[in-house]
């Protein structure tokens, strides 16, 4: 072709189409954060948030399937270090000892397993969804025809049909989002924070993009950190562990290594330490080019906890 054909920029405009999805779902980082009792109206005085000091421990570590330097070699002064800086925005700042903290963050982290691998019963379990999604919508029809000519004993046993559809959607959806494991016994809907919308009792399991992207999350190896914040008063005087707020953030683990992973996670969770979102939080961000440093003590092993729920 000679200079100036369109022939190139069509093949070029076609390339940026074709990476353009991967190159946002690398950016996309999904958050859930919520908080229990009254922390957050403890926390106000004369009507202004006041800073908290913390102390970090570490949690429970997820390897994954599939071996990962960028993972494996992250130490977890490196993930507190990195966490320390963005839980700031919110004015939470490293206490220098647990007798002198507000809370104590354990930090849980690693990446989901590759659910995909269990494909055939994947397929199944989806392709029986979307079954049940087409009876659904002859038995809407069926039930909307019968009420408009009258016919109330027709409605009835339409409508009983699309109830018992949707129930047995439902139980589809949590065979769905339950039946793949990730490593220590925790599945991957829960380690990053989706069960409790996947499963709600209200949903449409019909036709829901938003539930269909959330499924797909769980099916795939995504890097994540969770953050719960304990109340280090009771922990000190009463020996009870009192989670105060839970923060999780993920992001899909192809195309970018741990350290990328990890500043992209702590960048969109800085806005969300240590409140109450309802649901699932999409948003979108790049890598920061002044990230600046915080410096911790060395770090103390304190014992073990379980994941948070």
Known sequence: MHPGSPLPRILVLLVLLA?????????????RSTV?????????MNGQRQPQSYVFMAGRFFPGTTHDNSLQKTSFRTIAERLALDLRQQEFYPAESLAKADLLLIVHWGVTFD?????????????NLTNLGAEAEMAQRD?????????????????????????????TIKDITTSQRASNGE??????????ELQKPNVNPFGDERLKTLYDMTLEERYFVIVAAYDAPSLINGKKLKRVWTLRASIRSAGVNFHQALDRMGNIASRYFGTRQDGVTFDYTGDREHKGTVVLKELQILGAIETPR
């Open 36 to 44: 229990t009792g009254g922390y957050l109206d403890k926390r106000m």
């Open 19 to 31: 990476i353009a999805p991967e190159a946002i779902a690398e950016k996309l980082v999904v958050v």
């Open 187 to 196: 599945d991957n809907a829960t380690l990053l924070g989706l069960a409790v």
């Open 143 to 171: 039930w909307e025809e019968a009420r408009a000519s009258g016919d109330f004993l027709e409605s009835d046993a339409a409508q009983g049909r699309l109830a018992d559809l949707h129930n047995q959607s439902l139980s």
């Open 115 to 127: 659910n995909n691998r269990d494909s055939v019963a994947m397929s199944m379990s989806m392709e």
